[in-house]
């Protein structure tokens, strides 16, 4: 608006003052759709972010220990504030690793002697990791809980360390004969296992079994012992997964897979080579979950195996992916609830994977001994290391080690998938189960959804928005367009449920009525155009021109009605009376009721009004002196359409179909009602998808702040709107080029 | 008739066929909405039906006849289902039976084939409850404190029903009202105490003021208590027998009876009067049984709120927005900017919206006020929780667009020789804006907020991440300070929809409920939008008298 700036007459300052404040106001408001824009496009990032950040390791604290034994474990409790080391002499001793208003950092807390020295072989449980067996050197063997327990005394809360010994106090007698234990295992979920080597070579199982004594009313554990007859004569580590599904046991590069799940002898499954030429195994670790074993090598490389289905038929360990350290790798530790896991190398090397998103988040050198033992937190918020002298601690940030580029848009090789898969599984009712959000199968059903609407819906809504801007009346033409606005103006919940609930029985109990609709109707229309030519003159002109679309729609209704009336006959006599059955049995196509037809039609129905009025407008809007010129050169008016009007108004046309596009990605709840919301990746039109829409709808509510599965949620909301950003921009760009176009000629 | 071809003719004509494919759906679609919406209302009759189950039983079933299909035989013959083999199509009726606590599914399928006889039951009887649906039967006598009652037993009964549904009236005005205060102060009492703590200025004094005004009222509440059980009491006094269609007889409690109505003895004029009830009971009553019954007052109520909320955010912004772009901004990087922005904000999924305001007005705004004002009542949340303000504010970012294109276009119309009249004598810009532009603009304001109120009502989708809920306990406006409660969650009729049509456990029971509820929706949506288009054309109309 070019109006004049200045106003002479204005004398009274106050007057200009409040000119002026209206002016800045008015500014910054306008400015505040600008800044609203800018805010959602932020904040979605600024949630999306983290995600895709690599861990970050910071040294908390260094204490000095001053003992005179050599240090065999560390470990820290649950709530990461106690650390505590076992030594050669079979002492435990708790620190603090933080200061609290009543104690400093590396406090001693308690030094308890246990009933083993020296210490042969000692073991953690894979689950419950502060659970230890350790073993003696005349066949002896203890559990202990090293657990802790919080207190308030006087509202101060304090963290005691506390010991619990699942067997009693006393070691128990695993090797009857006496022998040290070389080597021991221990597994105590769903009962206590233990698997030991002993130094003549034996390899010992026991289960012990809790039997309730009457008299006390405590638990005896008796024990059971059974030995296995191993290939073996000699073993470098054993370990248990926990309910002793497996028993692992490694002899130089070899490892026996022993099944003990069963009450009965283990059994051998099968003996894997775990290295190859030129590489010793170092170490073998069990990852969380237990499914997957983690093989430490001396070229620095760790393979992560799980079971497969093998070619040759029957399941079993695979090497699945490779990770790679600088050197030789000294020692594995996992994270208790996720898939991360901490090597450190013979250089001193501390690095940080993730094994399913196959990704090295955190790499630095710790400068620590070959010697050095460490532990990982049971929260995963940091790890400790007793190196030489020293205790160290480490505070480790790594919220979200599970999503990476790959697990999001690529195939990823679960646990127990026979192959790499794009796969949606956010949650689950079991313990040990990992969250698969790759965002590509609701992508796809996006991507699908948005076609199948566009299939229905744009060539009804050019067809029509051509007719209504070109041919029709102006009497007409102000009945049509504000309907077209009421059509745009339904609740999309309102097309949802009656997709999901009306039309999706309706088609599957009348699927030829459908397919003859299809047929049927393009030839109904131009038998009516036929009909109304052979009309005696007198008729048709009591009819004005540009009131074709009024006649054709008793035929539309008519044909409607007469296919879905004619269905029933039609499926006895072609499809033997049930023409879904006759689909699945003969044809071979699955049939979901509420699939991509369902979808398309009611979404197709949502983005005609959209594509309808935008492209009516350009049409509408080409200069009336081209139509002009190409009638009085003799074209008729269908030759003006389609030379003259579409080519003038083509971009205009794309433009609305890029709106229509952009609805029909983001639309809501029109998918979470007509489809089953299943996230399948299949084009077939009859069957469902799950959208990216649909999934934030069903899944947000649930989804906890700040967790790596609401920061995807918020990811996937961050894709709709960079892609409907994306063709509304380009879709105003282009209208904006058309107008100008226009105004010139 | 090549020729015809070559003219281009047909496809003048498939175009045309086009737009009334077009047309078809829509006034289909709202047709259908309306007959499906509004017959539920109407009293249907009951028949009695004797048939033959497939595995011989001959059995009586008295319902209503609610859906009806024409199948292929082949197709139940498939399915297992035993049919004559002469017959080619069967007809398969959804007959409702009602009487929950007897049979297994209040609604089943039922073959024209199997029913050997179907006569319409005179003397049956509709018997409306707040548990377990509808029940029909035979009213056979009235029992008092489990004594027979003589006299004429449909007037009595009638009278008797009255005075129960007006004893439960009053028993839940007493737990919604007086009850209802006590615990809100109760509450609030407690949180004071609380908030006292966390000032550590708590002292014994206050502490027993505290104890003593919840003392007293416990005490209060004991007596209300006392009432609430008393009417009760009373109102658990009459019972009626009827004979259900197995021939029983079943004793129905009172307390339970909303209504009796025989529905087959009466004539049509009557039967309308029934439908008018019924629908203004529809619009004003509570929902029962997980929604699948009922009315649908507080989904109405909240939809309105919620509405007029957003309406007072989003019209200041959306004015003044459309205000700078068209008066004030030049043609500048900024303009063009702001119009795309425009644009996008318009074109953003309304889920976006959705997880924008659960992340940013939710979480961060609502969880900085609640640190901030509420630290009392943590851990749990006052505003940090979807709720009603947070519905407004998004739906007021959603409908931001509508508001400043409709606005926009109202200042283009206006013409430019008026507000260089106002400048030519001595006003300066603002003064022009605010006496001669802004009030010429009003109707085209209007209309861009009863758009934009049209569009609200009909979202959802971003409504289920930050607000609402399938049953809210109390409304957001009610009698205990400070009356307005814009932290409540509230009940929507567009997510009343998807969660009485999808989530609902009795599918076939919910389903006209739901299309009762979408014919109010689409009532509402299409009459605001008929509003604002006719403000539209008539304001065209006038400024184009203007320009000439």
């Known amino acids: 608006m070019a109006v004049a700036e200045r106003t002479p007459f204005a004398s009274n300052r106050r007057r200009l003052i409040k000119d002026r404040v209206a002016r800045y106001g008015v500014s910054a408001g306008g400015l505040m759709v600008l800044a609203a824009l800018l805010l959602i496009f932020g904040y979605l990032l600024y949630v999306v972010v983290p995600i895709f950040k690599s861990a970050s390791v910071e040294e908390q604290a260094v204490l000095t220990l001053n003992d005179d034994q050599v240090t065999l474990l560390v470990g820290s409790d649950e709530l990461g504030e106690l650390a505590y080391r076992l030594l050669g002499n079979g002492e435990l001793r708790y620190q603090s690793t933080v ?248 250089n001193g090397n501390l690095t940080i994977f993730h094994a399913t998103a196959h990704n090295q988040l955190w790499q630095n050198a710790l400068h620590l001994d070959a010697g050095a033992r460490m532990a990982v937190k049971p929260r995963a918020n940091g790890f400790v290391v007793a190196d030489g002298d020293e205790l160290k601690q480490y505070k480790v940030v790594n919220e979200h080690p599970e999503i990476s580029w790959r697990t999001l848009w690529q195939e990823v090789w679960y646990e127990g998938y026979p192959e790499p898969q794009y796969v949606w599984q956010s949650t689950s009712g079991s313990d040990s189960f990992e969250p698969k959000l790759s965002l590509v199968p609701i992508t796809f059903g996006t991507i699908k959804a948005a076609f199948y609407a566009m299939l229905f819906g744009v060539p009804i809504a050019l067809a029509g928005a051509i007719y209504t801007a070109y041919f029709m009346t102006p009497a007409m033409r102000a009945w049509v367009k504000p309907t077209v606005e009421i059509m745009e103006a339904l609740p999309t919940v309102i097309l949802g449920f009656l997709a999901g609930l009306w039309l999706a029985p309706l088609i599957e109990e009348n699927l030829p009525g459908v397919a003859m609709v299809l047929i049927a109707l393009p030839i109904g229309i131009l038998l009516t155009a036929i009909a109304w030519q052979q009309l005696p003159a007198r008729i048709k002109q009591s009819v004005p021109e540009g009131w074709e679309a009024a006649v054709t729609i008793l035929p539309v209704i008519f044909v409607g009605w007469g296919a879905f009336a004619l269905s029933p006959t039609v499926e006895n006599w072609l499809f033997g009376g049930d023409a879904r059955v006759y689909m699945t049995n003969v044809l071979g196509i699955g049939f979901d009721q509420r699939n991509a037809m369902i979808v398309g039609i009611a979404m197709g129905f949502a983005v005609i009004p959209n594509i309808f009025s935008i492209a009516e407008d350009a049409v509408f809007s080409v200069p009336r002196h081209l139509t002009n010129g190409s009638l009085a050169l003799g074209a008729n008016s269908w ?21 229509g596009l952009g609805r029909a990605v983001g639309e809501t709840m029109i998918v979470l009602m007509a489809t089953g919301n299943t996230p399948v990746m299949d084009w077939s039109i009859f069957a469902g998808m799950r959208t990216l829409s649909a999934n934030i709808a069903v899944e947000m509510p649930e989804s906890a702040v700040n967790s790596t599965h609401y920061r995807v949620l918020f990811l996937s909301a961050f894709v709709l709107f960079v892609l409907t950003f994306f063709f509304n921009t380009l879709s105003e760009f282009v209208r904006q080029r058309l107008r100008a176009r226009y105004s010139s000629l | 008739m090549n020729k015809w071809f070559k003219s281009g003719s047909p496809w003048i004509w498939m175009t045309g066929g086009a737009i009334s494919m077009s047309l078809v759906a829509v006034l289909g679609l709202l047709l259908l909405i309306a007959w499906r919406g509004l017959t539920y209302f109407w009293p249907a009759t009951v028949y009695e039906f004797e048939m033959r189950r497939q595995d011989g039983v001959v059995e009586r079933v008295i319902g209503e006849i609610h859906d009806r299909v024409e199948i292929p035989a082949a197709q139940l013959r498939g399915s297992g289902l035993k049919v004559d083999e002469d017959v080619e199509f069967v007809n398969r009726f959804l007959i409702k039976t009602g009487n929950r606590e007897f049979v297994n599914l209040d609604f089943r399928w039922v ?10 039951a005179d003397d049956v009887a509709v018997i409306e409850r707040t548990k377990n649906g509808n029940f029909y039967g035979y009213p056979l006598r009235l029992l008092e404190k489990g004594e027979p009652v003589s006299g004429d037993l449909l007037p009595e009964l009638q009278s008797r029903i009255e005075r129960v549904v007006e004893l439960n009236e009053q028993a839940l005005d007493l737990q919604k009202g007086d009850i209802g205060r006590i615990n809100y102060k109760l509450e609030r009492s407690r949180l004071a105490e609380r908030g006292l703590e966390l000032d550590g200025t708590l002292d014994d004094a206050a502490r027993s003021r505290f104890e003593a005004e919840r003392a007293q009222l416990r005490a209060d509440y004991k007596v209300l208590e006392n009432d609430l059980f008393a009417l009760r009491d009373q109102a658990e006094r009459d019972a009626l027998v009827v004979r259900d269609m197995r021939g029983e007889e079943v004793t129905i409690k009172l307390n339970y009876v909303l209504d009796v109505y025989q529905p087959n003895q009466k004539n049509w004029l009557q039967k309308t009067g029934r439908w008018l009830v019924q629908v203004s009971k529809f619009l004003t009553d509570e929902p029962r049984e997980a929604n699948t019954e009922g009315g649908v007052f507080p989904a109405i109520f909240g939809t309105i709120f919620m509405v007029l909320l957003m309406a007072i955010i989003v019209t200041p912004f959306g004015v003044i927005a459309a205000i700078y772009l068209h008066e004030y901004a030049g043609d500048n990087v900024m303009t063009r900017l702001c119009r795309i922005a425009v644009i996008n904000l318009a074109g953003v999924p309304s889920i976006v919206y959705g997880v924008f305001g659960l992340g940013f007005f939710v979480y961060m705004v609502g969880g900085s006020l609640d640190a901030l004002f509420y630290p009392e009542a943590l851990p749990s949340p006052t505003f940090g929780t979807p709720g009603v303000l947070w519905s407004a504010l998004t739906l007021a970012l959603l409908t931001l667009p509508v508001v400043i294109v409709s606005t926009e276009e109202g200042l283009a119309r206006i013409p430019s020789a008026l507000r260089q009249g106002s400048l030519a004598l001595g006003a300066t810009k603002a003064e022009t804006l605010w ?41 957001p406006i009610d009698g205990n300070f400070p009356f307005v409660h814009l932290e409540r969650k509230f009940m929507h009729l567009g997510f009343q929809i998807y969660d009485v049509g999808f989530q609902s456990p009795n599918v076939e029971a919910a389903r006209p409920l739901v299309y009762a509820t979408s014919f109010l929706l689409v009532t509402v949506i299409v009459t605001l939008n008929i509003t604002a288009i006719t403000i539209r054309n008539h304001l065209r109309e006038k400024y184009r008298s203007l320009e000439h």
């Open chain 1, 99 to 346: 200061t609290t208003p009543n104690r400093s950092a590396g406090q001693k807390l308690l030094n308890q002697q246990l009933p083993i020295s020296p210490v042969v072989a000692l073991a953690r449980d894979a689950k419950a990791g502060e659970l230890l067996a350790i073993a003696g050197s005349e066949g002896q063997l203890l559990l202990v809980k090293a657990g802790s327990s919080v207190s308030y005394p006087d509202n101060q809360r304090v963290v005691e360390p506390k010991l619990h010994y699942p067997l009693g106090e006393q070691p128990r007698q695993i090797d009857s004969e006496g022998q040290p234990l070389n080597r021991v295992a221990v597994s105590t979920e769903g009962g206590i296992r233990i698997a030991a080597w002993t130094a003549d070579h034996r390899l010992l199982f026991v289960r012990f079994k809790p039997k309730r004594n009457m008299m006390t009313d405590s638990v005896d554990w008796v024990p059971s012992t059974l030995a296995l007859g191993t290939q073996f004569s000699s073993v470098d580590e054993l370990r248990l997964t926990p309910s002793a599904r497996y028993l692992f046991v490694r002899s130089g590069d070899l490892v026996e897979v022993w099944d003990a799940r069963d009450s009965g002898q283990p059994k051998l499954r099968e003996t894997v080579r775990v290295a190859g030429k030129g590489a010793q195994v170092t170490t073998l670790a069990l990852l969380s979950g237990s499914s997957s074993i983690l093989v430490g090598k001396s070229d620095g490389t760790i393979s992560q195996w799980f079971e497969v289905d093998k070619k040759e038929g029957g399941r079993g360990f695979d090497k699945i992916r490779e990770f790679k350290v600088p050197a030789a790798v000294v020692s594995i530790d996992v994270e208790r609830d996720r898939k991360g896991f901490y090597v450190l190398d013979a």
């Open chain 1, 639 to 659: 030759q003006t359409l389609t030379r003259v009007v579409l080519l003038t108004a083509s971009p205009g046309i794309f433009s609305a179909v890029m709106m």
């Open chain 2, 111 to 120: 073959l024209e084939t199997d029913i050997l006889s179907r006569r319409v």
């Open chain 2, 435 to 475: 006496r001669i532009v802004i009030p010429m603009a009003s109707p085209a304001i209007m209309t861009g907020l009863i758009l934009a109120i049209a569009r609200a009502a009909g979202e959802t989708a971003p409504l289920m991440l930050v607000g609402v809920v399938k049953l809210a306990p109390t409304l």
